[in-house]
């Protein structure tokens, strides 16, 4: 059943702009339609436990009730207008813009795309997991965090066109027609192409690569575009449940394996994930989310920045906002050796930002050891590889490193690259794992169950309902 416009959720008076709500309502049924086509498959009649925004207000963004997944209220919200002025780069201090700049035009418009691309690509790669559940509480969350995607694809559509014109509409247009791991048409950003059909690739992707959106969500939260800083400090909001979901979905097959590995028994034998997979899942993802901050020395994160378009993470807690006469240095490979370069520090905005994640990633990794010694797992510790291992953006792109950093020769890399990523037999192991479990409070032999329920919820509470006859 379609939604009518009225029923879009927003606090940007969308009832007051006819054209802009012509556009919507001419691009409304096709999100609709690529929904259905490449949304969740399966389970679009079922009832689904779920957590509207319905205002931006502390009582309104996290609204739980039942509903089915194609009537679910995609609403659009911006934080409210604040007198906030540009805080960093050429024009500190100046006034945000309410409208795109002519000379910023083709650069925010590019930022917007590829943000608003990841969101229906991610909801794409996931469109399967449903029918291999480890539990309906899981299942409950990988729907949750598809529809708020497609609420993220609602947020930068609502920017394209409202403030871009017939180009923002082509794009948006467009934005729909790409499809993940298409040969023709595929998604923008590389990771965005890459399969997720088994629900330990879910979990690290929820862990690894959304959260390169959260970064870069607050670096555009600083932006000087007010309705994009306000936009993505509400997505901001929702993304948090995403990283949840990865962080702590990991942590439970760690637990499981930890525990297995206390008791002395053989984590394959008993259906669970063994620890170098977890290991290798951890390389892969970590690796392929790491290209998606660009390259290390990029003009055009230096541009952004200038032109206050894309600051640092919390660019506001820190001491000076210009980023000018500083270097910022980074050893990269030359000639066959790796050799410490000085680079403008507008020059490594990518790389601060970089930097920023890796800490995140880092303290996720701590917490699992953690989980593997409180299980009795002895000498078991998860690592993150180091940042130039297995990168194809950047001056380590088409290069050999192991996972401590050190160049390799390639043949090397040939020969020991099963050890370090997953092999056709591991990724086959794997979905060997997957089977549904949908009976409440059951959980798939390979996870531990969540230490408790949604919005104080039980475990074992009916998330998903199957559709009335
Ligand atoms: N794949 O100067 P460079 C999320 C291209 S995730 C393919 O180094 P720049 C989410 C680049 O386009 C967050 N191509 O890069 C997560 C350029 O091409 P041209 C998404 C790539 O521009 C899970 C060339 O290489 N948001 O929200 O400084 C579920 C040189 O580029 C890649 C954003 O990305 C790549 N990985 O930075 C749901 C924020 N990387 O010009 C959602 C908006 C680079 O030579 N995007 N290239 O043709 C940006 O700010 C920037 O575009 C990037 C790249 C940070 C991505």
Known sequence: MAQSLESIPNNVDLSSDRRLQRALEQWQPNFLQWWK???????????????????????GWAHFNFVRMPEYRWGIFLEPKSERKIGFGDLMGE???????GEHRNALRRIIVTQADTEPASVEQQRQLGKTCPSM??????FQVNVEEGRHLWAMVYLLHRFFGRDGREEADELLQRRSGSHDKPRILNAF???????LSFFMFAMFTDRDGKYQLAALAQSGFDPLARTTRFMLTEEAHHLFVGETGVDRIVQRCGELAAAGKDAR?????????IQKYINLWFSLSLDLFGGEVSSNAADFFAAGLKGR???DTLGEHKAMGQIYRMEVPEGGELVEQEVPLRNAMNEVLRDEYVKDCQRALDRWNKTLASAGATGMRLRLPHRRFHRGVGPCAGLYFDPE???IPEQEWKAREGEWLPTAEDRAFVKSLMHPVIERGKMASWIAPPPKGINGMPID?????????
Request: proline share 10%; net charge negative; charged share 30%.
């Open 37 to 59: 086509e490449v949304g969740p498959d399966g389970f679009q009649r079922h009832q689904v436990y779920l957590r509207t925004a319905i205002s931006v207000e502390a009582n």
């Open 95 to 101: 006034p945000v813009w309410d409208e795109v700049p």
């Open 137 to 142: 509480y899981d299942l409950r969350n990988l």
């Open 193 to 199: 192409n890459e399969p997720i059909d088994d629900w």
């Open 269 to 277: 034998k008993e259906g669970a994930v063994p620890f170098e997979l």
């Open 313 to 315: 993470f919390r660019e």
């Open 405 to 407: 950093g050190r160049f």
């Open 461 to 469: 509470f009916e998330y998903v309902k199957p559709p009335e006859a």
